[in-house]
């Protein structure tokens, strides 16, 4: 029996293998390497046995531009990684998936899009997230947009289904630490980076730390395989990810897997 895909990203990578007829050259700059189909690292890079899964009370929904599942770099996966309630869906201007429209019809999700406030109508922009009361069932659905600054700009403007959501605008005050992708701009973040400011935002400070660890730790894997210099799982990002491993959630929760 074929082993079921590990989440959501995963899945959505495969079927995007399937039916894409042509696919853009990923591996920019080096010939193509095998890598692992767990953490899409080189073999020799593996972090698959460093992952951890965090229960966390708000989900994520990742709306993914064409192109995005299928690029090593793309840090969606490690979200899904980390977040259990994770969704991913490929973003279409002319096709909606029924399955994504279920999703935000939900009863037990409150959606949210994540995104810059500026780019919203001012009565749909929130900055923060109203405190749970004991007669809310609701959970927190953070809806964000993977893909470059210009894809996601275009999924924002041109998805009719997500104009009856508030606008959740972030406004971190640290640079970005992602440097697998060149940006014009040290304001803009990964999808890993806002989960994390999103689920911290959300309650749930454990799982943003475990995926910022998680995040540096893939970064510096990554980095380090595409120089030729082998992983250090004693220096500062394993050595974070490690001891974050050892704490629970939450009290009564599991521990990390």
């Known amino acids: ?6 989440h959501a990203v995963a899945r959505l990578r495969t079927a995007c293998m399937a039916h894409s007829q042509t696919r853009p050259r990923l ?8 890598r692992c189909p767990g953490c899409r690292l080189i073999p020799s890079h593996c972090a698959c046995t460093l992952r951890a899964s965090v229960p966390t009370r708000a989900g994520v929904c990742l709306l993914m531009a064409e192109f995005e599942p299928l690029k090593p770099s793309n840090t969606g996966w490690l979200v899904a990684d980390v977040v259990p309630d994770t969704f991913a869906f490929a973003w279409s201007r ?12 939900d009863p037990q999700w409150q ?24 007669d809310e069932a609701r959970r927190p659905l953070f ?3 993977d893909g470059t600054w210009s894809e996601a ?9 997500l104009d009856r959501f508030p606008v959740l605008s972030l406004a971190p005050e640290q ?6 992708r060149r940006s014009w701009h040290e ?67 599991p521990p990390c897997r």
Do not use: N
Request: positive net charge; charged residues 25%; aromatic residues 6%.
């Open 153 to 161: 700009r275009k999924a924002f403007r041109k998805s009719p289904y």
């Open 111 to 134: 959606p949210v899009v994540v995104f810059p406030g500026e780019f919203a109508a001012p009565r749909r922009v929130v900055t923060d997230l109203p405190a749970p009361t004991t």
């Open 187 to 253: 304001h803009h973040f990964c999808t890993a980076e806002v989960a994390a400011l999103c689920l911290a935002l959300g309650g749930d400070a454990h799982a943003a730390h475990m995926l910022e660890a998680w995040l540096d730790v893939f970064s510096d894997r990554y980095l380090r395989a595409r120089q030729s210099v082998a992983p250090d799982a004693g220096d500062d990002p394993h050595r974070r990810l490690a001891a974050l491993r050892e704490l629970k959630a939450a009290p009564g929760s």
């Open 175 to 180: 640079r970005s630490r992602y440097k697998l």
């Open 94 to 105: 002319t096709h909606v998936d029924q399955s994504l429209l279920a999703l935000l019809a």
């Open 1 to 6: 029996m074929t082993p079921a895909l590990p």
């Open 143 to 145: 809806i964000l947009l």
């Open 27 to 34: 591996d920019r700059g080096e010939s193509r390497r095998e």
